[in-house]
């Protein structure tokens, strides 16, 4: 084609220069949205960073604890050997800290350098005692923990430098620590007890360990019961059922349970399991049944996903070398759709993990001192722990309630990277 005829074409289509004329300014405007697009993500991780920051500043310190050292005379007068338990082992407490201080007579100022120790000292005594009755007669130097003003006094949660009617702790009581902190008997140590002991009405005895053995009673039950049957569920739908409207309706509902809101599991567990079967309340049997009706939707849509993702050559194959049905699926299908059935069943864990309404509805909001010791005794779990003591007006649970969504960070954590793991150690790519 000649000049004219090439110039005659451009007239008639002018849009043929429109991409060429059009570059520049849409190179321009990717570059923009790959800007915003990090910036959005930017925005995003420092928000996540924040929240970690705050977290962890407020919940460090609860893994350590102030602790006063006494010397204890374990006279035999105080204890009788037929029931050591009995003993006044708060005698034994008032006794050293006046031995400490010989000079505070007046019962006024005895009540406030008693109120410097925990009420958890003479329990520490008394199991000492029970463990080892050779310690009747002696006399020991022991380390019992502080009260918890004294503990966030320590810690610099309490400004000292206020005046004294705005302290709960009085310049009398600060003059004693100061005494006891010269003498090397005032520390801040590793707080064993919030690893080892159970939920109490005081902040410095306040354990995770019931809460923690019931999250983990409570999610064994609630594998046992969803993994298995969401996964034949899944098999079913997707490899044997029928496509007719019972199918069709039973994938509707399946995926609109997906969406209800979990206090609802609540409310069906606590008509049924308590009230129709008379199962125990507050307990981790109850809990896992709640949350097996909760995490059944996300692993059988998970696993009929993972079947899906499974090339229909695979069973074409297995099929053609006279494979039944059953055999196709139980050998050749099942083995690798298995490792993104477990991620979606994981999640579903990790979600389940996080769930605080339907544990309420089936009274998991019990205070529960003791650690449970079967799936039948009363328990209470991670996330309804952090919101019994994120309610409690004492200072010394403030920390408490941050140290315990780091270890629940942490559970989550976990189980997002076995998921990561298992997609990883058993994904086959085709």
Known sequence: MNDNGTQTAMNARPDL????????RRYRTDKWFQRIGLGAIA????????????????????????????DIDFAEKHFVKENLAAADYTALVKHAL??????????RDKRQLFSLLSSGAAYQL???????????????????????????LQKGKIDRDLPEENRRINDRQLSWLDTLASQGRLETQF????FTGGDSREPELAGVLGAVKGTMLTLVITLMLSFPVGVAAAIYLEEFAPQNRWTDLIEVNINNLAAVPSIIFGLLGLAVFINFFGLPRSTPIVGG?????LTLPTIIIAGRAALKSVP?????????????????????????????????TIIGMAHALGET??????????????????????????????????????????EKTSAAIIILLAFLMTMNSLAIYLRKRFEIKW
């Not at 220069?17 to 520049?24: T, V, Y």
């Open 191 to 194: 707080n064993t007890a919030f």
């Open 126 to 152: 008394r199991e000492m005692v029970l463990a080892n009755p050779r310690l009747i007669g002696t006399r020991q130097q022991v380390w019992l923990p502080a009260d918890d003003d004294v503990d966030m």
């Open 312 to 344: 229909p050559s695979i069973r074409e194959a297995a099929l053609g070398i006279g494979a039944s049905k059953m055999q196709t699926v139980v050998h050749h299908v099942l083995p690798l759709a298995l490792p993104g059935m477990l991620t979606g």
């Open 43 to 70: 925005l995003s991780l420092a928000f996540i960073a924040l929240l970690f920051f705050h977290i962890v500043r407020e919940g460090h310190s609860a893994f350590v604890r102030t602790n006063i050292m006494l």
């Open 98 to 107: 006046t031995e400490t201080f010989p000079e505070v007579v007046d019962r």
């Open 289 to 293: 049944l709640v949350l097996a009706l």
């Open 17 to 24: 220069l429109a991409p060429a004329s059009d570059l520049k």
């Open 357 to 398: 309404a339907p544990l309420l509805m089936i009274g998991m909001v019990a205070f529960i001192a003791d650690v449970p010791g079967s799936i039948g005794d009363p328990a209470a779990v991670l996330p309804v722990q952090i919101y019994l003591w994120a309610d409690s007006p004492e200072r010394g649970f403030t």
